[in-house]
């Protein structure tokens, strides 16, 4: 058995820095050591649960992730049947599609002169694009490479497809905390953190790429249904307009 160690003892045998093991603690990942005055000991268990964060950082938890996996554990989970739960889960919600580039061939996206200083550094706030450590820039998700030009191509104005992409994104985190609770009330059950297994993880695996099938439909269909209502009312005053102006008729006198 291992003796008590002195923090940086405990960081040598982890390999990680001091302030690292400091971190952990500050976020509730590692329990505080044992006082003996002014001195910590720190034993086996927080370098089994260093080992351990290492191994889940090394398998794509964030550290936020791997906080609530301990969490979820103190409360009487098994911490195995936790990391398969979120193991599984994330495996589904591979998100977006990234590409990286170099900002030469980036511009070569847009269409001419419609990208400048003011619309790249609104495009890096709002997390659409990244700088790299190479110097290259990353766009977390592909599809604004499609969809940003095809948009400016058709006269919309940078700024206003920047602006518009902003509002979206705010209502379609709306919409993903109202499915979210869908599948976690009515599929999963109230107090499903509590009562996380194996054959819990097995549902959720199945279920969730169901719902966000769904959610997708579901979607496309109001939005499809919403345009066409616009589109009709846009018309429906149109016509109106004209069939007030003044006419052809004969004039009286």
Same mark, same amino acid.
């Given at each position: 058995?291992?003796?008590?160690?002195?923090?940086?003892?405990?960081?040598?045998?982890?390999?990680?820095?001091?302030?690292?093991?400091?971190?952990?603690?500050?976020? $509730?990942?590692?329990?505080?050591?044992?006082?003996?005055?002014? #001195?910590?000991?720190?034993?086996? =268990?927080?370098?089994?649960?260093?080992?351990?964060? %290492?191994?889940?950082?090394?398998? $794509?938890?964030?550290?936020?992730?791997?906080?609530?996996?301990?969490?979820?554990?103190?409360?009487?989970?098994?911490?195995?049947?936790?990391?398969?739960?979120? =193991?599984?889960?994330?495996?589904?919600?591979?998100?977006?599609?990234?590409?990286?580039?170099?900002?030469?061939?980036?511009?070569?996206?847009?269409?001419?002169?419609?990208? !400048?200083?003011?619309?790249?550094?609104? %495009?890096?706030?709002?997390?659409?694009?990244?700088?790299?450590?190479?110097?290259?820039?990353?766009?977390?998700?592909?599809?604004?490479?499609?969809?940003?030009?095809?948009?400016?191509?058709?006269?919309?104005? #940078?700024?206003?497809?920047?602006?518009?992409?902003?509002?979206?994104?705010?209502?379609?985190?709306?919409?993903?905390?109202?499915?979210?609770?869908?599948?976690?009330?009515?599929?999963?059950?109230?107090?499903?953190?509590?009562?996380?297994?194996?054959?819990?993880?097995?549902?959720?695996?199945?279920?969730?790429?169901?719902?966000?099938?769904?959610?997708?439909?579901?979607?496309?269909?109001?939005?499809?249904? =919403?345009?066409?209502?616009?589109?009709?009312?846009?018309?429906?005053?149109?016509?109106?307009?004209?069939?007030?102006?003044?006419?052809?008729?004969?004039? #009286? !006198?």
């Amino acid at each position: 058995m291992t003796e008590e160690m002195r923090l940086d003892e405990l960081a040598a045998a982890a390999g990680v820095a001091s302030t690292t093991v400091r971190l952990y603690q500050q976020k $509730g990942l590692l329990p505080g050591p044992r006082l003996v005055g002014r #001195t910590g000991w720190w034993s086996q =268990a927080h370098l089994d649960r260093l080992r351990l964060i %290492a191994r889940l950082k090394d398998q $794509g938890f964030s550290l936020a992730g791997i906080g609530q996996l301990i969490e979820a554990a103190e409360r009487g989970g098994d911490l195995g049947d936790l990391v398969g739960v979120r =193991a599984e889960i994330d495996g589904i919600l591979r998100g977006p599609e990234p590409e990286v580039l170099d900002p030469a061939d980036l511009m070569e996206r847009f269409p001419t002169d419609s990208v !400048g200083p003011a619309e790249m550094a609104r %495009a890096v706030e709002l997390g659409l694009v990244e700088g790299t450590d190479d110097g290259r820039l990353r766009v977390p998700d592909r599809r604004f490479l499609e969809v940003g030009p095809a948009l400016i191509d058709l006269g919309v104005p #940078t700024a206003r497809v920047l602006d518009e992409w902003e509002h979206l994104s705010g209502v379609a985190d709306g919409l993903a905390r109202r499915f979210v609770t869908i599948f976690e009330t009515d599929v999963l059950g109230e107090g499903w953190r509590d009562r996380i297994d194996p054959d819990l993880a097995a549902r959720a695996a199945e279920a969730l790429p169901q719902l966000m099938a769904l959610a997708h439909q579901v979607v496309d269909a109001a939005l499809d249904a =919403a345009l066409a209502r616009e589109v009709e009312a846009r018309l429906d005053d149109l016509r109106d307009r004209e069939g007030g102006s003044p006419g052809t008729a004969a004039h #009286t !006198g």
